[in-house]
């Protein structure tokens, strides 16, 4: 069964660092996605990409956050300059078409800001 | 303001019986609504979606129903099971746009 695939698994950085997480959507997908879900709290978008652009960002995706397709596979989450209230569960997630649909989601990347 | 509101408190119930779910919104239109399952640790997986014009959705032992009118997304699981034991998140499109919007999941437990 096709799945949604998330490394790391778990990141850890120091406060100001920049990271990346990575994600491979299922590979007919169109739509991407960008969620995450500090812990006890209710899982958030940040950004939707369709058509190698943004689509839509959430007020969270501010200027530290940037996304990108590099090579029609993979689907990167970068963080410039991370924060400690950046510590969160991150997942990834993608949809076959844009309108009536399932999302797909990863399994996350823990990232814990220290 | 807009909200999804879930029941805040974990769900306990035997197993066999029926768990019922519930998922309020205010200030949304959503064309239809989808509910996800969500094991500790793990990222939301697909269970169900029903559209506004349907008041009702089956697969397996799940149902879900649909009030428009009372803004309101009732999710049941027949028979529970211990591996049943997870949070259900509900959520919804926003009017047009393909993002989801999350409620803060309602965690259910079964006891053997």
């Known amino acids: 069964e096709p799945e949604v695939t998330q490394t790391p698994s778990h990141q850890v950085t120091q406060m100001g660092q920049e990271v990346i997480l990575r994600c491979v959507p299922i590979?007919?997908?169109?739509?991407f996605y960008w969620y995450r879900q500090i812990l006890g709290q209710k899982v958030e978008f940040l950004v939707s990409?369709?058509?190698?652009?943004?689509?839509?960002k959430s007020e969270i995706f501010d200027d530290q956050f940037s996304v990108e397709r590099p090579d029609g596979s993979n689907f990167t989450l970068k963080i410039r300059s991370t924060k400690l209230e950046d510590s969160a569960m991150y997942f990834c997630?993608?949809?076959?078409?844009?309108?009536?649909?399932?999302?797909?989601f990863g399994q996350g990347t823990r990232l814990t800001v220290v | 303001s807009q909200k999804i509101e879930q029941n805040s408190e974990a769900l306990n119930i035997q197993e066999g019986k029926t768990a019922t779910l519930t998922c309020n919104y205010t200030?949304?239109?959503?064309?239809?609504l989808q509910w996800y399952r969500q094991d500790p640790g793990r990222g939301p997986v697909f269970l169900l979606l029903?559209?506004?014009?349907?008041k009702e959705k089956r697969k397996e032992r799940l149902k879900v129903t649909f009030d428009t009118t009372l803004k309101q997304s009732l999710f049941h699981i027949t028979a529970s099971q211990p591996a049943d034991s997870a949070t259900y998140l509900c959520?919804?499109?926003?009017?047009?746009?393909?993002?989801?919007?999350f409620g803060a999941g309602t965690r259910l437990a079964v006891h053997p």
């Open positions: 200030n949304y239109s959503p064309a239809y």
């Open positions: 029903i559209r506004e014009n349907e």
């Open positions: 590979s007919n997908h169109l739509y």
């Open positions: 959520a919804l499109h926003p009017g047009g746009y393909n993002k989801l919007i």
């Open positions: 990409f369709y058509n190698n652009e943004i689509s839509e």
């Open positions: 997630a993608s949809r076959e078409t844009g309108g009536l649909g399932e999302a797909f």
